[in-house]
C-alpha cells in the first residue's frame, strides 16, 4: 500500500481545478492507499467551518488525513476553533517527516 500525500497550496475558491485534487485522494483512498492532504497557504482556506463548497467535510468522511500548516492559519486569522472536523492543525516540520517516509508519493497543487 503507498502513502499518497497531497499539499494543496491554491485557494480553492479562487481555483477551479482544486476540485481535482480532492476527487484523486478520494480515489486513491477508496483503493485502500493512506491518503493525507496538507493544506498550506492559501490552501488553508478551506478548512474554515461552515466555508461553502469546501471539499474538506467530504474528504474527512472519506478517512482522509486532513492536516492544516499552523503559519499559514495564524497568517490569514483562522484560528484552530474555526476549523472543520477532521483538521488537525500541523507544521512544516510534520510535512518534511510525511515527505520522507518510505514509498510516499506527493503530489503538490
Partial sequence: MAHYLFIE?????DSSDSGFVAETAAALKKRGNEVTLFLVQNG???A???ARGSHV???AQAGIAL???DFSLRERGIQ???CSAGIQESSVDALVD???RE???AIWH
Fill in 67 to 69: 492536516l492544516a500548516d
Fill in 44 to 46: 488553508v482556506l478551506a
Fill in 48 to 50: 474554515r467551518k461552515g
Fill in 9 to 13: 497550496s491554491r485557494d480553492p475558491f
Fill in 103 to 105: 514509498h510516499t508519493k
Fill in 80 to 82: 484552530a476553533g474555526e
Fill in 98 to 100: 510525511l515527505l520522507v
Fill in 57 to 59: 467535510p467530504r474528504l
